[in-house]
């Protein structure tokens, strides 16, 4: 299977936005789902449904709201501009911006539940050990929740690779800056003879997809060895 | 040794203690319910009381009054909780070294070896705590708090969660501990046989009051 230039353009900005947007996820959800398993506070649960809120809406409006509030005319856009030269609008950082932002709460799903499995008195074990309560959460906490921050980074990541609207409306479709997998494919239905580009593309898309699939599947089942979820023979010695 | 004079309340439940402790092992008895566990989290720096105060050594540890809070990793406690709560995700060495990494090496008063002969846990090091038993946990646990070189080595119930024949087997252990160390203890339990054999004084606990229970 041979691609063009323009074909590898697209799937190494693919490779690049979800990568960037996973980056951008993962401090951000661990803290958040931390928050959300372990805080009570007022307003918890507007905070929680906003960042829900993606899942559930067409991902155009995401990527609209983004428009209005990130364009170099929005408010956020324009202060971006003028103090420190920065566009985000129809650039790959905002393809990125919103590939995060519909990516986030596939994030903070599994990480929250992995926190809130985890038993609160192994965490006052370690403090009662000396460790300082940041010591205790890098420790303790974050190895024990590994499973679950695997699986929020893969479907991060996987969700990142195939999102197709939200970044529409707010970087459109410019190829070598905007043109991700899903747009180029998106794209090619749509010229003559493009039907072969986007199948190529499509089956690609399959293979990344099986892939991440297939590294989150390795990764949990060796996270959960480690944590002596399972009981492999090797260890029984 | 330890001055306690606290006051803790958690819905309806009111923990009432003022008691002067020293060194050797105290026996805390009471029923299940009775605020045992409440008492060593306080102790432990793992809860805060809403009146009173606490002092170890002429340190004060707690002081509601003026807010005074020395939290849980600067007290310098040791605590072996009911059902070991090793952490799962390390080796036997690694729980058994977690508190130790914390000292400076010129805090440090025991030394792996030595703690592990005692215990008679070193064939354990490389395991995981999923491949113990539960006489194995306890003492890894046990292990773990003494090599923090704590000042003082709170109890809770640590072999409630054992077979009788288990418990007859790890109580020499603890035995050995007060005898070979004599690092201060607290021991928490619902056996008054437990707390007769290791302890050399006996306190009552009974719907969250700490009282005397002679000698």
Known sequence: MELTAEEWDAVALSAKVALCATALCLPTGILFGWLMARREFAGKWILDTLVQLPMVLPPVVPGYLLLLLLGTRGPIGKWLLDAFGIVIAFTWKGAVLASATMAFPLMVQPVRLAFRLIDQRLEQAALTLGATPWRAFATITVPLAFPGIVAGSVLCFSRSLGEFGATMAFVGNIPGETRTLPLAIYSYTHVPNGDAAAMRLALLSILLALAALGTSHWIGRRAERLLGQSRPRDERA | ?215
């Open chain 2, 1 to 215: 040794m330890l001055n306690i004079d606290v006051e803790f309340r958690r819905g309806s439940f009111t923990l009432a203690a003022k008691v002067d402790i020293e060194g050797g092992v105290t026996g805390v008895f009471g029923p299940s319910g009775s605020g045992k566990s409440t008492l060593l989290a306080l102790l432990a720096g793992l809860l805060k009381a809403q009146r009173g105060t606490l002092t170890f050594d002429g340190r004060t540890l707690a002081d509601a009054a003026t807010g005074t809070f020395v939290p849980a990793w600067q007290r310098h406690f040791g605590l072996v909780f009911q059902d070991g709560q090793l952490f799962p995700h390390l080796s036997v060495r690694s729980n058994l070294l977690y508190g130790y990494r914390h000292l400076a090496p010129s805090e440090r008063r025991f030394e792996l070896d030595t703690v592990t002969k005692l215990l008679e846990i070193d064939p354990l090091l490389r395991r995981r705590p999923v491949h113990l038993s539960g006489g194995e946990r306890q003492r890894v646990a046990l292990g773990r708090a003494l090599l923090y070189s704590p000042r003082l080595l709170l109890m809770d119930e640590p072999l409630s969660s054992l077979d009788e024949r288990l418990k007859q087997q790890i109580l020499p252990f603890l035995k050995r501990v007060k005898e070979e160390t004599g690092v201060p203890m607290i021991y928490v339990s619902h056996s008054r046989a437990e707390v007769d054999y290791l302890a050399d004084r006996v306190l009552l606990m009974s719907e969250g009051r700490l009282g005397a229970a002679g000698s």
